[in-house]
């Protein structure tokens, strides 16, 4: 149980719920590509590694830059 409370308070919270909401958004992100486009597998991960990846790195970035303590 203290392993358990230990990792829960080493979570950032607003990083987390950005997270969240980014992760739902790349689904439908991934879908609408999918529909619009007949890609084979391996250029689905590349189309996903080159656009929705970098979202990720670029909101670390922007919150250590603007809400870091």
Known sequence: MEN???IISKIDVPLF???GFMGFGSIY?????????DLSF???LFVCVLII???YFLV?????KY???
């Open 60 to 64: 670390r970035i922007v919150k250590k």
């Open 53 to 55: 990846s970098p979202f």
């Open 67 to 69: 809400f870091s303590n």
């Open 29 to 37: 992100i991934a879908a609408f590509i999918r529909e619009r486009m």
């Open 17 to 19: 719920i950005i997270y």
């Open 42 to 44: 391996w250029a689905e």
């Open 4 to 6: 358990l409370k230990n």
